[in-house]
């Protein structure tokens, strides 16, 4: 909790005392939670824990029931959802583009908050779409209608239109569903990359529990609508953890290549090899 | 995937590639809406100038300009004239508002006919006729009034999605049941007068009518045109809209102008079937799968001028009302519609 406590002054984005619902059902309570400037921070947490019901709250899509986000100190709701467009970009799960649109059209709509009732598109705009769509590696794409893309086009083109919208801080939810493994670490490479680039304050909702622990500066562990844990990585994401956030028996390992948290589940068929820090050694012998 | 240096600006490459690819869809457009508005010329001017009394156009020019030719003269600015301009303000009005249904909704099914704005109209223009015994302008004015609380009441109980849709088209059941309730009720003459609230018309058209629907557009066309931008914005979706800076506010604002715009068109001619349904996604598809309000409101124009001759002169002893005739061609529309599945979002 320290780690939470220390950065709550500085943070630009933060809950204090969220509780965030639909109708009568209650699913975030009472939540304090500071969003680190400048990193990239990970919510994870079982089904319907909340989480993404949590980052819909911070984007402002939810009004919460009680406490308030707050974006530079003060409440996200009552400033001009405007200007907070020109500071806080959004990616919501699974967006489906208007038919026939075709991606420069798509992304350049990101450019929306920035124009004034009488400002029109000007040379900057475009300046801005060109950037988005080389950092996403889709100039090639710019004519396409988006609705003929692959998969993994498309959400590199969504990513493209909240790059356009060049905020300080980002919020994914779910940046990778139906990805596969190869452009699920593309995507969050390039996230990774904006991040370093631009120096922009990364939120995302990730399932994949080894991604997150890979890509997160800071990671927020999640179970039924309250922070269990929150911090690096490497000090987070233990067995006890994976067995409090997801009720999984696991194992946590260095991941080999980035020297982060892998865990690695047990499950009820392979109860075996829980006997052994490293089964592989104890195969062996 | 390349790798970041800081943020440095875009190559020039990028950014003409950037140019190029928006003005590609733009010269499609531009000949979509020359097309369509020459189209609408020449099915006005057919309108017009043919049918069971023909005029040359040297004559139709000097009676507009205010020569009088006995008995011809009262045959053009009386019945034709009046009739052909109505129907482009009617057909615009209803193309522009059927579009911006379809795209704040996102969904073709949503256009005001189907989910019960037009339905709205008729049943209260219906109630004032036969139940309380009103004609002309008051008539006029319920009509109006049914369509914006319908639209209102569709809009509380449906929220904004498909949801919307399901609750639109059970009101326009049940408004049905009502309309039909009342046709047991009525005499001949009131039942004959309510028929045209039901399909559509611009037979009686006026010059007053004219002048009515002339300001109201150029009230509400304006105002269309300065929220088009946020309707580009809304039809991405309410979690995008909204993180783009279109709160559901704004994106209802936008709603309200296709309400106000069906109510207008309603006012005068009664909810013409089908045009606003038909108009949007006829234009969509001409301009290559993207929306376009001009394109559909000229789409609007047209489809209710041309559908206006045979419905004057298909049967020489019937004068239909309008709205037969595009009632008889978008049914088999809306069937193609659903059976293609692009009622989905799933489109292409």
Not at chain 2, 98 to 109: D, H, M, T, Y
Request: aromatic fraction near 4%; charge should be neutral.
């Amino acid at each position: 909790m320290t780690a939470i406590l220390t950065s709550v002054e500085t943070s630009r984005l933060r809950a204090a005392g969220l509780s965030l619902g639909y109708a009568e059902r209650s699913v975030v309570h009472d939540l304090d939670l500071a969003l680190p400037d400048g990193e990239v921070t990970v919510i994870v947490g079982a089904n319907g824990c909340g989480k993404s019901t949590l980052l819909r709250g911070l984007a402002r899509l939810l009004k919460p029931a009680q406490g308030a986000v707050l974006l530079d100190g003060r409440s996200i709701h009552e400033q001009p959802s405007r200007e907070v467009a020109r500071t806080l970009g959004l990616l919501p799960q699974n967006p489906v583009a208007p038919e026939g649109l075709t991606v420069v059209d798509l992304v350049g709509r990101g450019r929306h908050p920035h124009h004034g009732r009488f400002r029109r598109w000007s040379a900057s705009d475009d300046a801005a779409v060109a950037r988005a769509l080389e950092l996403t590696d889709a100039v090639d794409l710019a004519h396409r209608p988006v609705d003929e893309l692959s998969g993994g086009q498309r959400q590199r083109v969504w990513i493209a239109m909240a790059l356009a919208q060049e905020t300080d801080l980002l919020l994914l939810d779910e940046p990778t569903t139906y990805l596969d493994v190869a452009h699920q670490v593309e995507v969050l490479d390039l996230l990774v990359d904006l991040n370093a680039a631009r120096g922009a304050t990364v939120v995302m909702v990730l399932h994949d529990l080894n991604l997150a622990g890979r890509y997160a500066d800071h990671l927020v562990a999640l179970r039924e609508g309250a922070v269990v844990a929150a911090g690096r990585p490497s000090e987070v994401v233990t067995p006890a953890l994976v067995r409090e956030v997801f009720g999984l028996e696991a194992q946590v390992v260095v991941d080999p290549v980035s020297r982060t948290p892998l865990v690695v589940p047990i499950g009820r068929h392979h109860r075996r090899s829980e006997a052994t820090a490293v089964p592989n050694v104890a195969d062996a012998t | 995937m390349t790798t970041l240096a800081p943020d440095v600006p875009a190559a020039v490459e990028s950014v003409e590639a950037v140019r190029a690819a928006r003005r590609r869809p733009r010269r499609r457009l531009l000949l979509v809406w020359a097309g369509l508005a020459l189209a609408t010329v020449a099915a006005f001017l057919a309108r017009v100038l043919l049918g069971d009394f023909t005029f040359t156009i040297p004559d139709a020019v000097r009676i507009v300009l205010g020569e009088e030719i006995p008995a011809v003269s009262f045959i053009l600015m009386e019945t034709k004239l009046p009739r052909a301009v109505l129907a482009v303000l009617v057909g615009l009005a209803l193309g522009v508002a059927g579009a911006i249904f379809q795209g704040v909704l996102r969904n073709p099914l949503a256009s005001p006919d189907i989910i019960g704005v037009a339905m709205g109209a008729s049943a209260a223009a219906c109630f004032a006729i036969i139940e309380l015994g009103q004609e002309g302008v008051s008539v006029a004015l319920w009509g109006a009034a049914g369509a914006l609380m319908m639209a209102a009441v569709v809009r509380l109980a449906g929220g904004s999605g498909s949801q919307l849709v399901l609750v639109g088209v059970g009101a326009t059941v049940a408004l049905q049941a009502l309309v039909q309730y009342l046709f047991t009720r009525a005499d001949e003459y009131d039942a004959h007068i309510a028929l045209r609230w039901l399909t559509g018309s611009v037979g009686e058209a006026t010059w007053s009518q004219i002048r009515l629907v002339v300001v109201g557009l150029l009230v509400l066309l304006p105002l269309t045109a300065m929220l088009a931008k946020s309707l580009g914005i809304a039809e991405l979706g309410p979690d995008f809209a909204t993180g783009l800076g279109v709160g559901p506010r704004r994106t209802d604002l936008v709603l309200l102008m296709a309400v106000l715009l069906v109510a207008l068109a309603v006012a005068v001619a009664g909810p013409v079937s089908f045009v606003a349904f038909l108009s949007g996604p006829i234009a969509r598809a001409l301009n290559g799968g993207r929306r376009t309000l001009v394109g559909a409101g000229l789409t609007g124009a047209l489809i209710v001028v041309a559908a206006e001759y045979p419905a004057d002169y298909l049967f020489t002893d019937v004068n239909y009302p309008v709205g037969v005739i595009t009632g008889a061609v978008g049914a088999p529309f809306l069937l193609w519609l659903l059976a293609s599945g692009r009622t989905g979002r799933s489109a292409r």
